[in-house]
């Protein structure tokens, strides 16, 4: 039985991660699901004996078991001098090189910690755009504040991540230094190869490897997501032991009917193959929204190949249903919702009662936020099934560190599967190549001539 770290008193059996396909299971042909099994068993089958497309990129499966005591001890080992030489923390990387920290960091901050005071560093993300102006005014920002770097990237190679790596790199050592610099620089990358290792190596910054045959989007129980969550203040053992726990009730071992990974990623094809082409991912929680925005790259990147693959999208609700509600009621009727529940709040707060009544929302007084809230969600789930939405429902308990944890390792994993359902190649990503030989072409960068005489032909 596990005792989570935080909440001794909870063991895994009230405190857990539910799967609900019955509002789905009403939208496709009966029986599809349980038609399904062979396939999916399959698919578990190959990812275990690494027989699947992109077989070397198959580490995040028994990645959270393979996590050791002295691992976690060594990440929370840099994590502490970043925090005591740092205010503030740049985590530059792009893609699955930082949008699993954000998600979590994200998920578990105060909504407004920016305008609040910390004890741990602030964390700021960027290396994930090419704005000048957002640039500029990270600088800006940066110059009075003693500031640190997470430089994370796989290929050391990225261009977005490398710009913004050498912008900080000179004005961390011009501000602080070489000697603190060196403190406050951390690489997260390659073992051997790419510019991010070369200049680690040659300045001696502390580095951490990511493995090789982890993919960025499948990273972030990597030190690509652990180092930067360690540094925000968090409790990565609980992250971790979410994850592990996940790992154990996704195993393939676990039969078809009771492993919700495979439930998941067959509910999703079989909507897909019904004529569905948008997965929305719905929540209720704004902390939630950069978890959509890990899930969006983890499924779009992984499975939209070969002319395939649903779209995921993605909203925050009820603030989106003041807006993108009404074409999920009554528009296209090629879309299905995954909703994250979460069960119970981390606050209290309740609706105070007025003698005047003005609002005339006295019929809520005494009430939870979080009972309005939960009632927004069930009377949408009804409104949008009445208007031809299939409901998936993913609750988890409350928000902390192991919930996270679980839906990290539930999502990969279903996603896993998912890929192998299609016939694609989920591990790679050929398709976000093509926009970067046009740039470099564009940019003139050496060995892309060819190129730039093709695409400069394009632009006369
Ligand atoms: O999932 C992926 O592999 C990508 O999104 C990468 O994480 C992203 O392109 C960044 O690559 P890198 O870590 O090599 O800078």
Excluded at 13 to 40: D, H, R, W
Excluded at 117 to 133: H, K, Q, V
Excluded at 159 to 188: D, M, N, P, S
Excluded at 333 to 339: C, N
Aim: proline share 4%.
């Amino acid at each position: 039985m596990y005792l989570c770290t935080k909440y001794p008193e909870l063991t895994t059996c009230n405190y857990k991660m539910k799967l609900e396909l019955e509002n789905a299971t009403g939208f496709i042909a009966p029986k599809m699901i349980e038609s399904l099994q062979e396939e999916v068993d399959a698919a578990q089958v190959a990812l275990e004996q690494g027989t699947c497309p992109g077989n070397d990129f198959i580490g995040w499966l028994h990645l959270p078991s393979s996590i050791t005591t002295e691992f976690i001890d060594e990440i929370k080992d840099a994590a502490q001098t970043l925090q005591e030489n740092c205010d503030a923390v740049v985590i530059a990387g792009i893609g699955g090189s930082y949008l699993g920290a954000q998600a979590v960091i994200a998920a578990l901050d105060d909504n407004f910690s920016w305008l609040k005071p910390t004890n741990a560093p602030r964390i700021l993300f960027a290396g994930n755009n090419i704005s000048e102006d957002y640039l500029s005014e990270l600088i800006d920002y940066l110059r009075d504040v003693r500031f640190g770097i997470i430089n994370i990237s796989k290929s050391g190679t990225t261009t977005e991540t490398a710009i913004t790596f050498r912008l900080l790199k000179k004005l961390c050592e011009e501000q602080r230094g070489k000697t603190i610099a060196r403190k406050a620089i951390v690489a997260v990358t390659d073992a051997k190869k790419g510019a991010a290792r070369t200049t680690a190596d040659r300045e001696g910054y502390r580095t951490f490897v990511i493995p090789d045959n982890v993919g960025g989007r499948f990273s972030v129980l990597t030190p690509v997501g652990l180092l930067p969550i360690a540094v925000a203040g968090y409790d990565i053992e609980a992250l971790v032991k979410g994850a592990q726990d996940m790992e154990k009730e996704c195993d393939s071992n676990v039969p078809y009917s009771e492993n919700p990974c495979a439930q998941y990623a067959a509910m999703r094809y079989a909507l897909y193959t019904s004529g569905k082409k948008i997965e929305i991912l719905v929540n209720y929680q704004p902390k939630l929204h950069f978890m959509s925005e890990w899930w969006k790259q983890l499924y779009g990147e992984s499975e939209g190949k070969d002319g395939k693959a649903l779209f995921p999208a993605s909203v925050d609700f009820s603030t989106d249903l003041h807006s993108m509600g009404q074409w999920i009621q009554d528009g296209e009727r090629t879309v299905f919702e995954t909703v994250i529940s979460v069960d119970k709040p981390n606050r209290s707060l309740t609706v105070p009662s007025d003698e005047e009544n003005l609002d005339g929302l006295n019929f809520l007084a005494g009430r939870h936020i979080d009972e309005i809230n939960h009632k927004a969600e069930i009377g949408t789930r009804f409104a949008h099934i009445d208007g031809g939405v299939p409901n998936i429902r993913i609750s988890i308990p409350k928000l902390d560190e192991y919930n996270l944890g679980q839906l990290i390792y539930f999502f990969e994993k279903g996603c896993g599967i998912s890929g192998q359902l299609l016939k694609v190649n989920p591990f790679n990503q050929p398709g976000v190549e093509a926009y970067k030989k046009n740039m470099f072409a564009l940019l003139g960068k050496p060995g892309y001539e060819e190129e730039s005489q093709k695409i400069s032909a394009r632009l006369k």
